[in-house]
């Protein structure tokens, strides 16, 4: 298991937050159900190093003022603008019992509806799962190579291999192969403008930074 040293903060004003960030750390929280909640900070570059090594949700081994917590990472805010790492929340466990946490939904191959003309269109990219500590995976993989146009995979479908409860209805749709889309061509004659939709509600936009 990983170590990440962290350092308690004893001072929570904007001023010292500010200095430790300038300092090359990452302000947070340590809180648990047999732990007392702290506010501590970790070294930046020592905290991505971890996560790269063990995935988002990894389980650590936190120091913090000689004493060490196995630990998952709870929660990551960044600012907005610049995209750096502002904040982290880290839970302690107790390896023998259960933890709520959601997993990314990662789908393996190419189906074979895609490759005759098929859309793959993913609807949920993160699954909710119940598990000991031990046994959160680091994703939830899906091999999609066998599905056809028209197919679908659903929570169902997920052999858990028993380590872990998906919080998830099973009927609930994870992928699916759509028809591939057929244009219709236009033969009378007159000259065809594009057209704008009534109403654009609805469409993706990215978002302004």
Do not use: C, W
């Not at 702290?38 to 930046?44: D, G, P, W």
Request: hydrophobic share 35%.
């Amino acid at each position: 298991m990983a170590v990440l040293e962290a350092k308690e903060r004893t001072k929570k004003t904007h001023s010292a937050i500010r200095n430790i960030r300038l300092q090359g750390n990452i302000p947070g929280v340590l809180y648990g159900k047999n732990v007392k909640n702290k506010a501590i900070f970790v070294n930046a570059a020592d905290f991505i190093k971890t996560i790269r090594e063990v995935g988002r949700n990894g389980l650590v081994t936190m120091t913090v003022n000689g004493e060490n917590h196995s630990v998952l990472l709870r929660d990551i805010q960044k600012d907005p603008i610049r995209n750096e790492i502002i904040h982290v929340d880290f839970q302690a466990v107790d390896m023998s019992t259960e933890v709520d946490i959601d997993v990314n939904v990662h789908l393996v191959g190419e189906a074979a509806g895609v490759k005759d003309g098929g859309v793959l269109q993913q609807t949920l990219h993160q699954l909710s799962i119940r598990a000991l500590p031990a046994n959160i995976p680091s994703s939830i993989d899906i091999d999609i190579s066998h599905l056809q146009v028209g197919e679908t995979i659903t929570v169902g479908d997920i052999d858990t291999n028993g380590k872990y409860e998906i919080n998830h209805e099973p009927t609930e749709v994870i992928a699916t192969i759509l028809p591939p889309q057929q244009e219709e061509e236009i033969h009378s004659g007159e000259q065809q403008e594009s057209g704008q939709p009534e109403s654009e509600e609805g469409r993706e936009t990215t978002p302004e930074s």
